[in-house]
């Protein structure tokens, strides 16, 4: 089984930026791509990107195209998800989360794709 930690969320006015990590244990972490999402107040839980398991496609949400990058290091079995930017609009809770199969061509953006989530990290953007 693989567990998920995702650390580095906090508040930061508009404008601002945030890094959060996603640590994983208890798989090959290199064999599978990894996503993040989030959830806003009151909202259903969306993609918001993905890195495939060798690092080398991603593929993001429209609305943080060009704003958010995400990355991965293998070594120390991470994912990142580098924010900057930041707008009101981005306040939710973020998650990562683990493909349910491994080496998938195609990153995938699809939420029932990934079958293993962490707790989620709150990110507040204030105006």
């Known amino acids: 089984q693989v567990q998920l930690v995702e650390s580095g969320g906090g508040l930061v006015q508009a404008g601002g930026s945030l890094r959060l990590s996603c640590t994983a244990s208890?798989?090959?972490?290199?064999?599978?791509?990894m996503g993040w999402f989030r959830q806003p107040p009151g909202k259903e839980r969306e993609f918001v990107a993905a890195?495939?398991?060798?690092?080398?496609?991603?593929d993001y949400a429209d609305s943080v195209k060009g704003r958010f990058t995400i990355s991965r290091d293998n070594a120390k079995n991470t994912v990142y998800l580098e924010m900057n930017s930041l707008k009101p609009e981005d306040t939710a809770i973020y998650y990562c989360?683990?493909?349910?199969?491994?080496?998938?061509?195609?990153?995938?953006?699809?939420?029932?794709?990934?079958?293993?989530w962490g707790q989620g990290t709150q990110v507040t953007v204030s105006s």
């Open positions: 989360a683990a493909d349910r199969l491994q080496r998938r061509v195609v990153v995938t953006t699809t939420l029932q794709s990934y079958g293993y």
């Open positions: 890195i495939n398991w060798s690092g080398g496609s991603t």
């Open positions: 208890g798989r090959s972490f290199s064999r599978y791509a």
